[in-house]
């Protein structure tokens, strides 16, 4: 039950935009004739930019063309009572091992 003076538990953090104001923000850019992805490639291909921004810019852009990879464990034990492997070299054909 809501008590006055409490703090705000739960809910949208401040100043989240809501829809509609994406949706705007979507149309600008088309009004605009603005690629937000081409202009990150055009700073990183500038003269201009040092390497920082040019690593982040391909960061930015890596995050809308390639998919984010889930950490993944794998867990490998050893199987029961197996023999430990023999690897023995053997000199191949018209090579010599004497030195």
């Known amino acids: 039950m809501f008590e006055k003076g409490?703090?705000?538990v739960g809910g949208r953090k401040k100043g989240t935009?809501?829809?509609v104001t994406l949706?705007?923000?979507d149309d600008l850019l088309?009004?605009?004739d603005v690629n937000p992805i081409q202009k990150l490639i055009e700073i990183a291909e500038s003269d201009e930019a040092t390497l920082d921004q040019r690593i982040n810019c391909?960061?930015?852009i890596a995050k809308y063309?390639?998919?984010r990879?889930?950490?993944q464990e794998l867990w490998v034990s050893p199987p029961e009572n197996?023999?430990?492997t023999v690897i023995e070299l053997v000199a191949g054909a018209g090579t010599s091992t004497s030195t």
């Open 30 to 32: 088309l009004e605009l």
């Open 23 to 25: 949706i705007k923000a």
């Open 6 to 8: 409490h703090s705000k």
């Open 82 to 84: 197996s023999a430990p």
């Open 65 to 67: 063309t390639y998919p």
């Open 69 to 71: 990879l889930k950490l």
């Open 17 to 19: 935009p809501n829809k």
């Open 58 to 60: 391909y960061k930015e």
